[in-house]
T-cell receptor, first 115, second 109 residues
Framework: ETGVTQTPRHLVMGMTNKKSLKCEQH?????MYWYKQSAKKPLELMFV???????ENNSVPSRFSPECPNSSHLFLHLHTLQPEDSALYLC??????????????FGDGTRLSIL | DQQVKQNSPSLSVQEGRISILNCDYT??????FLWYKKYPAEGPTFLIS?????DKNEDGRFTVFLNKSAKHLSLHIVPSQPGDSAVYFC????????FGTGTSLTVIP
């Protein structure tokens, strides 16, 4: 496999459930990102990891918990989500430390629906 | 407050003509600007970028123009092809990445 792979592609969960989103990149990149895309809103950066270390947390509620066990894998653990958390969650990676001149490669996203 | 804005949610162009997608930003400290293209049910893919020290970057049919004084950039696609139909996102980089809301381009055969 090549590129950035996200699983599952679709997820429906209740507000009391716990689930995890998975992202894997096969590009040898060292930076990984989680974004949220809500309808008619710009992509919102949630978390950034450089060399497995979290370097950005954009005031994301604690019901979202990221985990980066190595440079190739990134998880987003979800618990006690709210209906407004329904969105497309995109994972991305880039070659070096997260900088503007490092284009990001995106996965196809997980469409999350909260009942 | 949005730091990157794409004020046109959609654009339709005839095949073979020029497509011009626009983007405005508010922060003069942004140092790189990027364009991404997104097909339905797929993630965004990087298209072209420009450094703030340049005013033009060209890659085949795609050219990005940067006007720093106006805090405006544009993506020109010429000639436009039906396969270019997609959503185009503008992004800017400062201490983090900021994206616009996207412009949906339809190229009519």
């Amino acid at each position: 496999e090549t590129g950035v792979t996200q699983t599952p592609r679709h997820l429906v969960m209740g507000m009391t459930n716990k689930k995890s989103l998975k992202c894997e990149q096969h590009l040898g990149h060292n930076a990984m990102y989680w974004y949220k895309q809500s309808a008619k809103k710009p992509l919102e950066l949630m978390f950034v990891y450089n060399f497995k270390e979290q370097t950005e947390n954009n005031s994301v509620p604690s019901r979202f918990s990221p985990e980066c066990p190595n440079s190739s894998h990134l998880f987003l653990h979800l618990h006690t989500l709210q209906p407004e958390d329904s969105a497309l969650y995109l994972c991305a990676s880039s070659q070096g430390p997260a900088r503007g001149n490092q284009p990001q490669h995106f996965g196809d996203g997980t469409r999350l629906s909260i009942l | 407050d949005q730091q990157v804005k794409q004020n046109s949610p959609s654009l339709s162009v005839q095949e073979g003509r020029i497509s011009i997608l626009n983007c405005d930003y508010t922060n003069s400290m942004f140092d790189y600007f990027l364009w991404y293209k997104k097909y339905p049910a797929e993630g965004p893919t990087f298209l072209i970028s420009i450094s703030s020290i340049k005013d033009k970057n060209e890659d085949g049919r795609f050219t990005v123009f940067l006007n720093k004084s106006a805090k405006h950039l544009s993506l020109h696609i010429v000639p436009s092809q039906p396969g270019d139909s997609a959503v185009y996102f503008c992004a800017a980089s400062g201490n983090q990445f900021y994206f616009g809301t996207g412009t949906s381009l339809t190229v009519i055969p």
